[in-house]
Structure formats: structure tokens, C-alpha cells
Nanobody, 124 residues
Framework: QVQLVESGGGSVQAGGSLRVSCAAS????????MAWFRQAPGKEREGLAA????????YTADSVKGRFTISQDSAKNTLYLQMNNLKPEDTAMYYC?????????????????WGQGTQVTVSS
């Protein structure tokens, strides 16, 4: 079993930065692949970035490349998403997810474990 708890969301003005975190616990092989998703009201959940927690290799979606960076602190079992130059269209609930296998680009169907989400609101 895997538990994921996101934190760090909040309100920020356009052009600002925010870092969201995901504290992970549980069976380590089940979280070999981890990813960040977001979902805005009325829209489908969108995969943003993923990381292989063993190799450290990362993937970032074109839609946020150059602005968002996924990283991990293995000692703290924590996943991060650094978000810079935020735009109002980045407003959404942000979720972290984990899976033994995952998949890139990250899709909802590839990930079995999910956190409860943290809200990010960007005002213009």
C-alpha cells in the first residue's frame, strides 16, 4: 500500500512561483514511478511530469516544459513540483501519483496510487 500526501498549494499572482510537495510512504517498489497531474474544473486530469525514482530520469510535458520542474528528495521520500512563471491557466487541483510501472507521458490509467490533491490558484 502507498500513501501520498500533497502540500504547498496556495494562491499566487501571475508570474510568481510555487513549489508543491508530495510526501510518500508505503511499499517502495510500488512507487518506482511517480508523477504530477492537475485537473481544472470541467477539464480532464492532465499529466505534467514524471520521474523514475530509482534512476532519477524525468519527463516533462511540452505544455509546461521550461516552467515546471519535477524533482525528488529520496532521503525524505518527497516529490516536488517547482512551478515558475505561473499563469492564470495553471489554476487547478494538483495531484501526485505513484505506480510500480507508470508510463510516459503520464496518463491517469497508468497510475494506481493517488494523493488527495492541493489547490493552486493563479490570479492575473
Amino acid at each position: 500500500q502507498v500513501q501520498l500526501v500533497e502540500s504547498g498549494g496556495g494562491s499566487v499572482q501571475a508570474g510568481g512561483s510555487l513549489r508543491v510537495s508530495c510526501a510518500a510512504s508505503g511499499y517502495t517498489p510500488s512507487r518506482r514511478q511517480m508523477a504530477w497531474f492537475r485537473q481544472a474544473p470541467g477539464k480532464e486530469r492532465e499529466g505534467l511530469a514524471a520521474i523514475n525514482t530509482s534512476s532519477g530520469r524525468t519527463y516533462t510535458a511540452d505544455s509546461v516544459k521550461g516552467r515546471f520542474t519535477i524533482s525528488q528528495d529520496s532521503a525524505k521520500n518527497t516529490l516536488y513540483l517547482q512551478m515558475n512563471n505561473l499563469k492564470p491557466e495553471d489554476t487547478a487541483m494538483y495531484y501526485c501519483a505513484a505506480d510500480p510501472y507508470g508510463g510516459w507521458p503520464p496518463k491517469v490509467a497508468y497510475y494506481n496510487y493517488w494523493g488527495q490533491g492541493t489547490q493552486v490558484t493563479v490570479s492575473s
